[in-house]
């Protein structure tokens, strides 16, 4: 049995804005964008896989290794991102609409954990997942963080926040290869 290891597996790899003591103040928008990197990345390990090379583990391993990353911004961004945005009158159609992709792609992380890594439809729904990762990011880092940045002596109190969430979830995650849980 073939093993991937995926090279974002480490949280350093995947978090790069750690919160060392050296760091005086770190932006939620630049939080974000790190994650929006490294989101970008699992994809693009996703689209350049060998199908034909990959055996159906390794395939899911791949495709699991991205719902982790996924799921683990889903989570911080509904629990802690958003809330602080909901109240801008300013952005609220914008966060509204950046919630609801964040439930999609929620979905589609549930969807691919309740598929077979053999089912005819697994790589072709991992791909629409990535489709749908690449345009959220897109949306937000063109239309939401140049608001933000703005705003960012009021918002970047939830860049520590956002940082803990991720690291404490990160350290108290499934293993890579096994489905996720619901992310209610």
Known sequence: MKTYHHEFRDTQDFFPLSLSSDQDQISAVDVLRGWHL???????????????????????????ELCRLVKLQCICKSSLFFPVLRPLI??????????????????????????DARDSRFASTVDVLCDNVGLHCRKL????????????????????????????LSEDDEPVGRPVESLN
């Open 90 to 115: 300013a952005v609220a159609d914008m966060v509204r609409q950046a919630e609801t992709e964040n439930n999609a792609l929620a979905a589609a992380v549930k969807k691919i954990h309740a598929m």
């Open 141 to 168: 880092e063109s239309r939401l963080f140049p608001l933000l940045e703005r705003w960012a002596s009021d918002i970047n109190k939830v860049a520590q926040a956002l940082a803990e969430q991720h690291q404490l």
């Open 38 to 64: 490294d989101l970008r990345r699992a994809c693009a390990a996703w689209r350049s896989r060998d199908s034909t090379q990959l055996d159906n583990i390794a395939t899911e391993q791949l495709a699991y």
